[in-house]
């Protein structure tokens, strides 16, 4: 085809790993680049005509997106589907028709070359409001100007179709139109810009697409037709592989298919490493809609329901206790003959009945919240608590307090408890006698005095999330800090690691209720620093249960003690990925987590 | 006659995209105009617009007034502030 040597070398790029999985086949373009729209002056006459015609595009967008957005809510579910709400809101927005019609008639233009200025009025505003997050918005607003100006030159009506399976290459695919593609000979995606965070990405996950992003200058260089591997896990493409590289990945792609299948099977195993040593994971659980799922991913108990959940049902009238009482049984019925742990409401003041909030907090993470406002809100508690211990009639139903600092805080609640009981006593009413009260490890304080909490506290639940943000003064969702939130950071293995002391040398159970572990990296740290139980969102639990069964405790412990003479988290994440391996990692799904930081 | 609450924009992520087209379809379920206005700035929205609400860059902790004037205003003001005050339904301050 080409004189080039060169044109046949296998190439190699590295982009961001957004979705997951292993896909080899033949390139094919998209073309993502609106046509420069025509520019015609029009008459005075013609004005009418061309608002009718902004008018009449306006509506067939529209309409187009939500037929779209019924087609992926069936395909992809609720949530992905929702993404396309500002997209049709923005389409049905006055200001923005009001704009362009302003377009056409100060400018006596046709509706397209309008479109076109209105947009880039628009970006410049974007532009001057000096946030990051508004990047985010420009794209949305240059996505729904693309889309108009193609339905007014006539260029697409129908989204781009691919008569044989395809990996797809472009230099950035809309959200709208990956959501309006038809995927099904879609292996793949390759694009030259966008992360993690997108809503293609999103999408490109809810429909199990596997994608790569980021990868620079990858489009230009790639032929239709041409053969190639993107490597969604791992954020990486091959252009023209040889023969050695497609076997490679061939045995990869079957690994990672056969883990996939493995992973709702692995459900039903037991939690044990290769040296027999006995592991026990049970499931987080915000809404009550979770609770089917819950042993289908093997979870053996609920070891923390988020009982603030509750609230943002109805509104922010705090459930009364007999809500509250059906509620936390139906969390115990959804586990027979196992614990569940309900933690109390954890909130900020912001949640809180209106007119009750007389100060905002400038600082609301340091504020008052988790078990301060409970203890400060006496009634909402003992409702809460009168519900726990009714329900608790049923099963082991346990007694969680979110962001413990201090002991006095956990007398404090002991107290209320012993009254509450004595208070259910008195009327009569049936109750569960002796439920297990627990603390949340979460803020750096609580772990420095975990020996004396272990003491006061039936049981200890360490919450990874926050306690890391604390530790690192880092908000993750703070995109110019979020890269420094680490989990491996020494400061919180060793704060882990001086937890799970203090909760042995006191004979207290200890969990971690983090997402942490859903990471195998992470959990395999975790399991050298000597934790051996883990509450986890369901569907991240069969991953975590390979991992268990898949190392020893031996091997994670000689792991431990190495990463903790290194200096920094990637030194450890870079130490851990060495030990574990490229090949087992490539099996496990949900590539999010194989990056301990994006 | 015009009323008025204060909310503060305490979702994790401010008033991006999607939380924007939450307000705005809420927004639009009611016959009163309503308006967000910047405690900081003075810059205002039209609440039934999403490209106003999404210039206003409500960053999480900006402080805005929502004011509603029409023949529901105080049932939309009730919704729209119960909006904030669930976080738009975003769970992600928890853990």
Redesign the interface.
Known sequence: MSSSPQTNAELHFTGSGVSSGVAIGTAARLSTHARQPLFINVLPHRVPIEIKRLHRALHSARHHLESVKVRLKNEAGTTPA??L??YI??LN????TQTIEDNIRQHRVNAEWAVKLSLES?LA??DR?D?S??R??SA??RDVAYRLISILSGQRSEPPTFETPSILFAEDILPTVLAEMNTNNILAIATDVGGWATHTAIIARSLGIPAVFGLQDCASRVQAGMSCIVDGTNGVVILNPRKTTQTTYLGRRVTEQRNRRDGLRLAQLPAVTLDGVQCALSANV?IQSELPMIQRYGAEGIGLF?S??L??GD??EFPDEQTQIEAYRNVLAAVPGSSATIRVF?F?Q??LI?GEREN?EAN?ALGLHGVRLWLKHEPIARTQLRAILRAGTQGDLRILLPRVTCVSEVRAARTLLESVRAELRAERIPHALNPQLGVMI?IPSAVFVCGHLAREADFLSI?S??LIQYLLAVDR?NEQVGHLYHPLHPAVLASLRHIVEAAERTNTPVRM???MAANPLCAFALLGLGLRNFSLSPAALPQLKLLIRSVTIEAAQAFFREAMTLPTGQAIEEFARSILGGDFLLGMSGNAFLKVVE | MTIERKVVVSNVLGLHARASARLVNLANQFESRISLKRSDNDTSADAKSILSVMFLAATPGTELLLQANGTDEESALAALVLLFENHFDESSHVF
Do not use: K, S, W
């Open positions: 929702y993404f709400d500002p809101l923005m927005d006055q200001y923005l628009m505003a974007c409001i946030d997050y508004l985010e918005r949305d607003i915000e988020r603030e959940f609230l943002a509104g922010n954890d900020n912001d949640v209106c905002p609301p979460e919450g999330n926050d969702t209720c983090g997402e």
